[in-house]
């Protein structure tokens, strides 16, 4: 049967992931996987669609974690495919299990605005007020209504039981029969010790010299289908691997946070998306990468199940790019010699504005044109000014702040 002809414009939904075995995931969701679309660009992307949707999926380079490699990604893939009108970031995380929330692994938490948290809080940025403590200056974005809506019709779902993850899990896993590491690897391996007790090593790289008396008790749940937690994910850039400092960062940031993840702070400002992380490990230093495809494969399928509620005018209106390019003139506005060579404007009377030539039909147009700009600084001084710390103040002006003004309040 032939495939119709699509084109970069057919593409509305940007997935983004870090990790290979995510990416697995991702695929293995799909409906159907699309042919390549021949572009200008060197960005690798798969294409398919998932329940009616067309989608675009990127991952990050392998060995280049963190918010700015995912930013540096979101930002090429706008560029690539302009009538993306949302994202999801898509993979695993490491679960805060608390009194407030009973998470297990291969859970999946889903960020979702707490007060004046936009869904995601960037918890390794802000100013340093002493005592390795960080004070939390400047938000992340929300994600768009719409997404928030969907998200609420699952939780509503998923409260009468009308849940359709394990029957998408084992669709996939009967499709593609290759994916046997991606199953439920049982519960008995599912252990969560008390912050302060720290890993013992073993040869097999497990908790096998790890003593049970130190595991916290947690009552056996009476189903293995995953639960789902909505609320706030702590993004920083690295890997957080110790008990005591998980809780710690989660009781600072006001004792909301479920997980703790190294993309999404990277993206909130620059990509309107909903971030799903299967929960693979408990951010302590007994992780381990055994849970790791099946909580991927249980993110890709909650993002299946979150695409199926979301309305059918987002899937071919309402695009986040205007179709107007970002013409180079716009961006050779900005000289090299302008730009610190650190990436640090040093004081508020260097922060820099930069004119916005492209017609503003929106705010979208701006979102566009920031991006372009970030894009542009990052390939004219190889300083990646990330988070982008860019605000639009004016419909015709861009502002670029640096960590130093924004701590100033400007
Ligand atoms: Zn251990």
Redesign the pocket.
């Known amino acids: 049967m032939n495939s119709p002809q699509r084109s970069v414009a057919d593409y509305t939904v940007g997935w983004i992931c870090a990790l290979p075995v995510e990416l697995g995931a991702a695929k293995a969701i799909l409906d159907e996987i699309h042919p390549r679309i021949s572009r200008t660009d060197h960005g690798i992307y798969t294409l398919g669609a998932l329940d009616g949707h067309n989608i675009v999926i990127a991952c990050l380079p392998a060995g280049v974690y963190g918010t700015s490699s995912a930013s540096i990604v979101a930002t090429q893939m706008l560029h690539a495919f302009p009538s993306i009108s949302f994202g999801l970031m898509v993979g695993i995380g490491g679960g805060v299990p608390s009194r407030k929330a009973d998470i297990r692994l291969g859970d999946v938490v889903v960020s979702r605005p707490v007060g004046s948290f936009g869904g995601v809080v960037q918890y390794d940025y802000g100013k340093e007020v002493g005592n390795g403590k960080i004070k939390h200056t400047g938000s992340l974005n929300k994600p768009p209504p719409f997404l928030l809506s969907a998200i609420g019709e699952l939780e509503a779902n998923h409260s009468i039981g009308f849940s359709e993850i394990a029957s998408h899990l084992s669709q996939m896993l009967k499709r593609h029969p290759a994916m046997s590491k991606f199953m439920y690897p049982g519960s008995q391996s599912d252990m969560l010790?008390e912050a302060e007790y720290y890993?013992?090593d073993s040869p097999d790289g497990?908790?096998s010299?790890?003593s049970k008396r130190h595991s916290v008790y947690r009552p056996t749940r009476s189903s293995h289908e995953p639960v789902i937690h909505y609320g706030l994910i702590a993004s920083g850039n690295k890997v957080m691997r110790d008990g005591v400092t998980r809780d710690q960062i989660a009781v600072e940031l006001g004792g909301d946070v479920i997980c703790f993840e190294m993309e999404a702070a990277g993206l909130m400002d620059t990509f309107p998306c909903i971030v799903i992380r299967g929960i693979c490990d408990y951010a302590d230093?007994?992780k381990s990468k055994s849970w790791q495809p099946y909580a991927a494969a249980v993110a890709a399928a909650y993002a299946k199940e979150l695409l199926s509620v979301v309305p059918v005018r987002h899937k071919t209106t309402q695009p986040m790019a205007s179709p107007t390019p970002i013409s180079r003139e716009t961006s050779s506005k900005i000289h090299r010699s302008q730009l610190p060579e650190d990436g640090n404007f040093g004081s508020r009377n260097n922060s820099y504005r930069v004119s916005h030539f492209v017609s503003p039909h929106s705010l979208q147009t701006n979102a566009q044109s920031m991006m372009a700009i970030t894009t542009e600084l990052l390939e004219l001084t190889g300083i990646n000014y990330s988070p982008p710390l860019i605000k639009a103040r004016f419909t015709f002006k861009v502002q670029l702040q640096t960590t130093e003004a924004l701590s100033w309040g400007i």
């Open positions: 010790y890993h013992i497990t908790c010299r790890c230093s007994h």
